[in-house]
């Protein structure tokens, strides 16, 4: 009766621990060979469009496939995890989607590609469903914020590195080249993740007898703390995504007529987000994941305001600005799902906020293309700004009481 075995025998590895630092270092690696790949192909669409012979929008779905692969089984992922533990699904899932990572630019038509690449997301998805539940089991409570800001610094890393290597390297030979250059980063970081990640011991099997997965996904969803976390990825997430989409077409237009190659180290704003997340995850442990949260977004949204700007210094601060307050408010939100959430479905809240993020993603990077290109940049910029403000209101109305958010 009562608590589990987690509750009674493991607390949860101490902050400055030899696990600690094999966890905290293995999840970030773990962050890099999922990202890297999810995101290598945008930056060789034309070359892919151009070999392939199909439009740039065809080409694009090259990254879109797998984004809703990733998002499509971030669920199961969980179910499985809750089967058969955090490692070994995390284990099985980068390591399916390394091979296939390798296998898919060896396609010659775009249809075996993106098939390819709707599975090869649906294996990544193991990383991003379990991640974050396995550090809320494995680490001290008063520690898991600044953990999981580590491990979303290792997103960001990877994010970066899969379009800057894929695209340096096809520069010089192809597509093709450039895509198995970042499998190649993406299988050593996985091999060292093996080797780093310590066995779960805060784990618990669940029984197929009880908990139910559509219980518990039922209770995490009649959670109001839950909904507005959610509410936080799919907002913030799609205008991240919709910015990054559209402001090279942006910087490309007078009065800044910037040239492509210019434009493309824009990505190198994703650094702001590598040194943002730990801070805001550090910050979250020692004042509290609310208000750390409702700045991030402040933040996101006055970088919003300062790419308005005729000038192009003012827009890249904006967009640094941008890009920190996002990834803060990412790290605390997505952290924090797994901690909130009612007893025994941490793992389905987790992969609920995922799915949020990526159908977020999915929806304004297109909804809000179809506002640059009808009514303007300035309007882009006041529905992104107004969609930080929602986000803001969603969590002020939810979390501002919720006792999760002031430790």
Request: hydrophobic share 55%.
């Amino acid at each position: 009766m009562g608590a589990g075995p987690r509750a009674v025998t493991f607390a949860g590895h101490a902050r400055g621990s030899r696990e600690y630092r094999r966890l905290i270092v293995g999840l970030f690696l773990a962050g890099i060979a999922t990202f890297a790949q999810l995101y290598s192909p945008q930056a060789v669409l034309p070359q892919l469009a151009a070999d392939l012979r199909v439009a740039p929008a065809t080409a694009a779905l090259a990254v879109s496939a797998a984004t809703l692969g990733l998002a499509a089984a971030v669920i199961p992922w969980s179910i499985v995890a809750d089967r058969i533990g955090r490692v070994p699904a995390m284990a099985t899932g980068i390591v399916a989607a390394t091979i296939l990572g390798i296998v898919a630019p060896f396609s010659g038509d775009v249809a075996v590609l993106l098939v390819l690449r709707v599975v090869e997301g649906a294996a990544l998805g193991a990383v991003p469903a379990v991640a974050l539940v396995y550090l809320s089991e494995e680490v001290e409570r008063r520690h898991a914020a600044a953990a999981a800001g580590s491990y979303i610094a290792g997103t960001t890393v990877g994010g970066l590195l899969g379009r800057i290597v894929s695209g340096l390297v096809a520069e010089v030979l192809d597509w093709r080249a450039g895509m198995w250059a970042v499998a190649l980063v993406c299988a050593v970081s996985a091999a060292l993740f093996l080797w780093l990640a310590p066995r779960s011991r805060g784990f618990s099997p669940t029984g197929r007898e009880r908990d139910r997965i559509r219980s518990r996904l039922l209770t995490a969803l009649r959670s109001p703390a839950q909904l507005a976390l959610y509410a936080q990825g799919f907002l913030l997430m799609g205008a991240f995504v919709a910015v990054y989409n559209y402001l090279g077409f942006h910087l490309a237009d007078a009065p800044f007529a910037l040239p492509a190659w210019l434009i493309t180290l824009l990505f190198l704003a994703y650094l702001a987000g590598t040194a943002s997340s730990p801070l805001a995850g550090a910050l979250a442990s020692a004042k509290g994941r609310y208000p750390v949260l409702w700045g991030s977004i402040a933040v996101m949204a006055g970088g919003a305001v300062l790419m308005l700007a005729p000038s192009g210094a003012v827009v890249l601060t904006g967009l640094l600005l941008f890009t920190a307050g996002f990834f803060g408010a990412h790290a605390v939100a997505s952290g924090w799902t797994p901690v909130a959430a009612p007893s025994g479905s941490g793992s389905q809240a987790s992969s609920l906020y995922y799915f949020a993020y990526y159908a977020g993603s999915s929806l304004f990077g297109w909804l809000l293309g179809l506002v640059f290109g009808q009514v303007g940049w300035t309007w882009f910029v006041l529905a992104i700004v107004a969609m930080c403000v929602v986000a803001a209101a969603v969590a002020t109305g939810a979390l501002r009481a919720e006792p999760t958010g002031r430790v």
